[in-house]
């Protein structure tokens, strides 16, 4: 069969392996295995929010509510926005997907860091546009000017911090960038990981509510499955100006989020409580990784996010060691398909980071 031919230079993204797979593979008991590959948050998410949503499974039977009135509400108080600022994705993935979508054509090109989030390149696929990056591992901000002005982007996506290596933008960087961005070209903030990156270091965090009222071609996007402890809900956002918003609303499935998911996030954002002290946790254990690396002579990039990339020395091949991690029940992420002899290790709860030094100290 003959499918479109923009497929055929499209490699499946490869999500974090499933704690399933490792059982079937492997043999492993569940309890047993550590997952640190998606950067979930190891805690879970807050209790009122498995109570809320206990309390309306019977509701499965009926359609969601497609205005999304709870959760809207919710969102548009915590960040002191409008609704007509605000669409909800199923995942903040799927606002990515409208973005291309309303934005891009086959003739279009999409400004991307050298190393970053790999669903942009995948999504801009999807449209047949051409993916450009920068040079440099970390977001370089004249980079992107330059290719900015040279190669003349529809869309450009600024990670911060930045999966999978972990740096983040300086906040006032970031406004002086996209201040000399012209007004046709649509800048993504992509505040996947925003709640940590604001928790350790003020200067690099960016307010969506600062951002949509300075600049009119900006939009930022967040989700609930990190620090929310929502990863299996898939329920993201985007904030904008209203015209843009308008526009992604076009391409807008009805019922993107299922009602336990609406539920679900509904209530996370207002357990903000919860959520810091998790974040807490994770940047005390943080302080173990960094040992670790000290102790085993090998680099780890400053982190402002709930995981680390520990860059391995050349005598130790990440592929090899995230592999003979995955056969001992530990699943964490091999950054060498990203061009980096690394790893990626979400930060997890203390007694699954000390397994992980354990085994990986054995193994380097
Ligand atoms: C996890 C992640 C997302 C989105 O995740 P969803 O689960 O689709 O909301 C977006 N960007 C980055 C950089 C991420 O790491």
Redesign the pocket.
């Known amino acids: 069969m003959k499918f479109n031919k923009k497929l055929e230079n499209i490699k499946i993204y490869e999500a974090g392996k499933p704690i399933e797979l490792v059982v079937r593979e492997f043999g492993i008991e569940p309890k047993d295995i550590v997952k640190l590959a998606s950067?979930e948050n190891p805690y879970g998410c807050a209790p009122k929010v498995k109570e809320a949503v206990t309390k309306i499974v019977s509701n499965m039977a009926l359609y969601p509510d497609d205005s999304m009135r709870k959760l809207k509400n919710g969102l548009t108080s915590r960040f002191e926005i409008k609704e007509e600022n605000l669409i909800i994705g199923s995942?903040?993935?799927?606002v990515?997907e409208f973005i291309m979508h309303a934005k891009a054509n086959a003739n279009s090109k999409i400004l991307i860091n050298s190393v970053t989030?790999a669903?942009y390149e995948i999504y801009a696929k999807h449209i047949g546009a051409k993916i450009v990056r920068t040079a440099s591992q970390e977001h370089n901000l004249n980079e992107f000017y330059e290719l900015y002005k040279s190669e003349k982007p529809d869309v450009i996506f600024l990670?911060t911090p930045n999966?999978p290596t972990g740096d983040a933008i300086d906040a006032l960087d970031m406004m002086n960038f996209i201040a000399k961005i012209d007004e046709n070209t649509l800048v993504v903030v992509?505040g996947?990981?925003m709640e940590y990156a604001a928790f350790k270091d003020k200067k690099k965090a960016i307010s969506p509510k600062e951002l949509i009222k300075k600049f009119s071609n900006v939009i930022y996007?967040g989700?609930?499955?990190?620090a929310y402890g929502l990863?299996g809900m898939?329920?993201?956002y985007g904030i904008s100006s209203p015209e843009i918003i308008k526009e992604l609303h076009k391409l807008r499935p009805p019922f993107n989020i299922t009602t336990l998911s609406l539920e679900a996030a509904s209530v996370a954002v207002e357990e903000q409580a919860f959520v810091n002290n998790c974040i807490s946790l994770c940047f005390s254990e943080m302080k173990h990784y960094e040992e670790f690396a000290t102790k085993q002579k090998i680099d780890i990039i400053e982190s402002y996010t709930n995981f680390v990339t520990l860059c391995l020395n050349k005598d130790n091949n990440s592929t090899q060691i995230a592999d003979a991690l995955l056969r001992q029940g530990i699943i964490v992420r091999d950054l060498s398909g990203y061009g980096m002899n690394a790893i990626r290790v979400t930060v997890g709860t203390p007694e699954q980071n000390s397994r992980f030094f354990e085994l990986t100290a054995e193994l380097l």
């Open positions: 950067n995942g903040s993935d799927q990515i989030f669903m990670c999966n992509d996947a990981y996007l989700t609930f499955s990190k990863g898939r329920v993201g």
